[in-house]
């Protein structure tokens, strides 16, 4: 067995050749490529990060944007709510208000009303008591008090002074109302003591009205002199009248 | 038949006989040149199949070397993976009829032993300078010297024999079975043969990285006074 050397040289360096052939077209790109690669995924890494940083601080200040607006909308709120209790106080302030107002116009008006009616249910009341007494006054109207009347106004007539009576005279017509027609020896009498009363020669005549219930009256053109229930009756219901 | 023993001389380039094994070895220089520069013509960061087949090939090579030698495998990634599929195609060419594989040569084994010896030496000056490389000698006392040089030259020695001899038996087994029981019989002996080939490439491409790189982890522990050491760092550019 013999050692070719020319031929162990010659691999020699044919495997020589090939390492560095094969370390120039395959395994320095195929190692670059694997680094190409891990340093795109490191970069790939790092920008995830520094994008979720990114997005971690946005995330942050939306919160803290967030935040402020809810604190602004309860701020808002509680001034909102603040107002409108003011407003609503002084609403209601002012409705208390105005509905004292109209209560107590309203009270007035009741008592006006009332003391109205009152006033009026008392007129009315007088009136229907003065008609009443007009009509329970009109059944006694009887010759006695016929007489009664007849002596007020004689002495009516007597408590008028000289002039009084000396105009009434000079007047003309004087009128002696009575409340019936009176028969022939009444009027007669009635005449004769007008007559006496005043004096002279006075001119009358003698006029029924009813309305008088009962009495005797003088009228003239500018004098009347009462003397009737029915002018009692004007009085008191003028005094009632007055009183109320 | 002709012996394994004997290199067949195809033609002469002057004093230079030009073997069988030589041609051969021309021809897959050729092809896994060729065939490196095509299929790494177009690599991207998005791998193809075919991509991301050849950096499995070139990661489980880097992962290999720093799980056996504890270094960063850019320095050493070129020459072990060189070796390794230099002697596995050249193992797995016997497959092809007519062809008798390099590495049943003596010349060719011998030629691989003596680069990784010469590798060894390279890279370990390169790791600790020329003095620290030969105080390695002298580990773990100066009386180990003779007995260090003696095995680092009979440790390539007994490589190169190794691989020449399961190569070249394999080879002459198949020989002698086909010529005695016909076509058939030698194909499981054949596919015996793809595995030895196989494992033999891995044994002397690994041995070769234990001894290259059993200097060099020295030099990491004892780092020298020289600036020839390679970065750790340094990219594979």
């Known amino acids: ?244 | 038949m002709n012996s394994p023993l004997e290199s067949t001389v195809l033609f002469q380039i002057g004093p230079v006989p030009i073997t069988q094994a030589i041609v051969t070895t021309w021809a897959i220089m050729t092809i896994l040149v060729i065939g490196a520069f095509a299929l790494t013509r177009r690599l991207d960061l998005r791998p193809t199949r075919r991509q991301a087949a050849l950096e499995l090939m070139v990661a489980t090579l880097d992962t290999q070397i720093t799980e056996t030698t504890g270094v960063a495998p850019a320095p050493y990634r070129g020459f072990i993976g060189t070796l390794f599929l230099f002697i596995l195609v050249a193992n797995w060419s016997s497959l092809v009829p007519g062809v008798e594989p390099p590495t049943a040569q003596l010349e060719t084994d011998a030629a691989l032993a003596v680069l990784v010896f010469l590798s060894v030496i390279w890279f370990g000056i390169r790791a600790r300078g020329v003095g620290g490389w030969l105080k390695s000698f002298a580990t773990p006392n100066p009386v180990m010297i003779p007995l260090n040089i003696l095995q680092s030259l009979t440790r390539v020695f007994s490589m190169f024999v190794r691989l020449f001899g399961n190569v070249m038996s394999g080879v002459f087994v198949i020989g002698i079975v086909a010529s005695l029981a016909g076509l058939l019989v030698p194909i499981p002996l054949m596919a015996l043969d793809l595995l030895i080939g196989l494992v033999q490439a891995y044994i002397f491409a690994v041995l070769s990285m234990v001894f290259i790189t059993s200097t060099v982890k020295v030099a990491a522990h004892n780092p020298p006074s020289t600036d020839l050491a390679p970065s750790p760092t340094k990219k594979d550019s």
């Open chain 1, 1 to 244: 067995m013999t050692l070719d050397w020319w031929g162990l040289g010659l691999q020699a360096i044919n495997v020589l050749i090939l390492v560095w052939l094969l370390s120039r077209v395959f395994w320095r790109p195929v190692a670059g490529a694997i680094t190409r690669r891990q340093e795109a995924a490191q970069a790939m890494l790092d920008e995830g990060k520094t994008a979720q940083a990114k997005a971690d601080a946005a995330l942050a200040e939306v919160t803290e944007a967030r935040a402020g607006i809810a604190a602004e909308r309860d701020a808002m709120l509680a001034e909102a709510k603040a107002a409108a209790d003011t407003v609503a106080k002084a609403v209601r302030k002012d409705a208390q208000t105005e509905a004292d107002t109209l209560l107590a116009a309203a009270r007035k008006a009741i008592d006006r009303d009332r003391t109205t009616a009152r006033k009026e249910n008392a007129a009315k009341a007088t009136e229907l008591s003065v008609e009443i007494a007009a009509r329970l006054l009109g059944q006694f109207n009887t010759p006695a008090v016929r007489a009664a009347f007849l002596a007020q106004l004689v002495e009516a007539i007597a408590g008028m002074s000289d002039s009084e009576r000396t105009a009434l005279i000079a007047s003309g017509d004087i009128e002696i109302v009575t409340a019936t027609d009176p028969e022939g020896a009444e009027r007669a009498e009635i005449e004769q003591a007008v007559k006496d009363a005043l004096g002279g020669a006075p001119r009358f005549r003698l006029v029924t009205d009813p309305d008088l219930i009962a009495g005797l009256e003088l009228r003239s053109a500018h004098f009347v002199l009462h003397n009737s229930w029915r002018a009692d009756l004007e009085n008191i219901l003028k005094e009632v009248e007055n009183a109320g």
